[in-house]
Nanobody, 129 residues
Framework: QVQLVESGGGSVQAGGSLRLSCAASGRTFSNDVMGWFRQAPGKEREFVAHINWSGGSTYYADSVKGRFTISRDNAKAMVFLQMNSLNPEDTAVYYC??????????????????????WGQGTQVTVSS
């Protein structure tokens, strides 16, 4: 059974930092693109960041560029999202997602949530002002 389990969410004040983790199991994720998405209350789920199978290429939403960093550890089947300089607009449920990387990696292609086959249950991040 394929599972993605997020952790590391919580409450933090504006300007603070959090590190989210996503643990993958049930299949080989080392060939997958791994992504983070988020959904704020009353809004649609949106793309945050993704990373290619090797970790050598990353892509970010403009809203988080320069503040968030995605990374992965294929030996541990984990992906991380380091979030710095958080602001209240970052409050959302954060989801980890995975899909087998088919051929050439494209930042814009894998920013679409419809590309992903596997999803976690999400972890809540709340940023207070």
């Amino acid at each position: 059974q394929v599972q993605l389990v997020e952790s590391g969410g919580g409450s933090v004040q504006a300007g603070g930092s959090l590190r989210l983790s996503c643990a993958a199991s049930g299949r080989t994720f080392s060939n997958d693109v791994m992504g983070w998405f988020r959904q704020a209350p009353g809004k649609e789920r949106e793309f945050v960041a993704h990373i290619n199978w090797s970790g050598g290429s990353t892509y970010y939403a403009d809203s988080v560029k320069g503040r968030f960093t995605i990374s992965r550890d294929n030996a541990k089947a984990m992906v991380f999202l380091q979030m710095n300089s958080l602001n209240p607009e970052d409050t959302a449920v954060y989801y980890c997602a995975a899909v087998f990387q088919r051929g050439y990696w494209s930042g814009t292609y894998y920013s679409q949530q419809s590309r992903y086959d596997y999803w976690g249950q999400g972890t809540q991040v709340t940023v207070s002002s």
